[in-house]
């Protein structure tokens, strides 16, 4: 870096030589000064921006210049996912860019973050939250990137609506989600169907829908009875949009958390081994079109599923039993709120879910008033006779693991 002095058009003004670790370099100019006391001034204010990293390279740059180079050089090598990136590219050109794209970066302020947020917050409430956690991470990057000086969301809060509830709680509408006898209804139904297994990883240990399509038999210990997720299958960023072949691809889970090894109910484990049966016997029969894959919700060829299989069985099903018509993630509402009804650590359960912390189980499904009103007496039988599940011996703060008694999943 370098500033100098120099005449401009009979008036004054300086020079600013930028030079990069990549051996190049540039040279800005800011002139428009009466005197060369004020253009040396204005040096000195730029000297003392240099020496403490504060100095602004691009003062010209546009929020949604700013925002669309972001996505490519930072997200786009950092998020792998096809779906996450997707919804980041929604979110920025959609949400954002709309409400404060034609803004330098220079001039964003405060003010203009809180309008924005305030803004969304008419809208959807998950729409809100994602623009704020989007605002931060690009402008703590504006940041490093010496595009702006100071981050003008820090801090800032999403506006408050009224609670109902108490604290970190949520109220779910009770027709999006199932009682236990209905639970039974599903479970019972869908052994004549496809998707029975998909249904069992879903509704009796929370997995998300891609998480289930992605269970292999290797990631089973038939010895404890335990399951480790850590795989999904899915589209990465970089494939071909549209392609069917490249929807299954094995990608990471969706988050670090997500990788988590859990204890399986008997009921599940029971159904995985006759469903073991059924694969080794397909294998022998076709030899030649079968490919041996070891995915657990399979075709009969061994051929992985794609996450939108179920859709047409599933919404069949919970018509032919009368069932309310709720999504397929509801089911995994179900599973971990009456965990949490039946008084289940949070950080075990966050465990369970694949959760980074026990504050998104509570803000996402935590419920102690409205939920599954009519089952709360028989959820300790569900969780019991169905699940078996043990209570947490032990919670080391220390790592964030989190011990499950794994005895009560053995016979």
């Not at 920025?92 to 964003?108: D, Y």
């Not at 109220?171 to 999006?176: N, P």
């Amino acid at each position: 870096m370098l500033a100098y002095t120099v005449p401009v058009k009979m008036k004054y003004g300086y020079r600013v030589a930028l030079y990069y670790m990549d051996g190049t370099s540039h040279v800005q100019q800011k002139s428009g000064f009466a005197t060369e006391k004020e253009a040396n001034k204005a040096r000195e204010r730029t000297i003392g921006e240099l020496y403490s990293n504060t100095y602004i390279v691009y003062a010209n740059v546009t929020v949604e210049e700013f925002l669309e180079c972001w996505l490519e050089e930072d997200i786009s090598k950092r998020i792998t996912n096809y779906n996450t990136f997707t919804n980041y590219n929604h979110v920025v050109r959609k949400q954002i860019i709309p409400a404060i794209g034609k803004k330098k970066m220079v001039e964003l302020t405060r003010g203009d973050v809180q309008e924005l947020y305030n803004q969304m917050a008419g809208k959807y409430r998950s729409t809100a939250k994602a623009v704020k956690s989007l605002m931060n991470l690009s402008m703590r990057y504006a940041v490093d990137r010496k595009v702006i000086a100071n981050n003008p969301a820090d801090g800032l809060m999403l506006p408050r609506k009224n609670r109902k509830q108490p604290f970190h709680t949520r109220a779910i509408d009770v027709q999006k989600t199932l009682t236990l006898e209905q639970v039974l209804l599903l479970i019972e139904e869908s052994k004549k169907t496809p998707i029975y297994l998909m249904v069992l990883f879903n509704v009796l240990m929370g997995l998300r829908r891609q998480e289930s399509i992605g269970v292999k038999y290797s990631d089973v210990d038939f010895i404890n009875r335990t399951l480790t997720v850590q795989r999904q299958l899915g589209q990465t960023r970089t494939d071909e949009p549209g392609k069917k072949s490249l929807t299954k691809q094995e990608i990471k889970p969706k988050t670090r958390s997500s990788k988590r090894t859990i204890p399986i109910p008997d009921l599940l484990f029971e159904a995985i081994l006759e469903e073991q049966k059924a694969y080794e016997k397909h294998k022998s029969r076709r030899k030649r079109e079968f490919q041996d894959l070891g995915y657990i919700c399979c075709s009969s060829y061994g051929r992985p599923r794609s996450k939108d299989f179920h859709w047409s069985h599933y919404k069949k099903l919970l018509k032919d039993c009368g069932l309310p018509d709720i999504r397929w993630h509801d089911l995994r509402a179900t599973f971990c709120t009456m965990l949490l009804k039946n008084d289940f650590s949070p950080k075990a359960v966050a465990k369970l879910m694949g959760h980074a912390k026990e504050i998104v189980t509570i803000d996402v499904y935590g419920d102690n008033r409205q939920i599954i009103q009519d089952c709360v007496v028989e959820i300790e039988a569900f969780i019991g006779e169905i699940m078996e599940v043990g209570e947490v011996d032990r919670i080391d703060t220390a790592d964030e693991e989190y011990l499950i008694d794994v005895q009560a999943y053995i016979a």
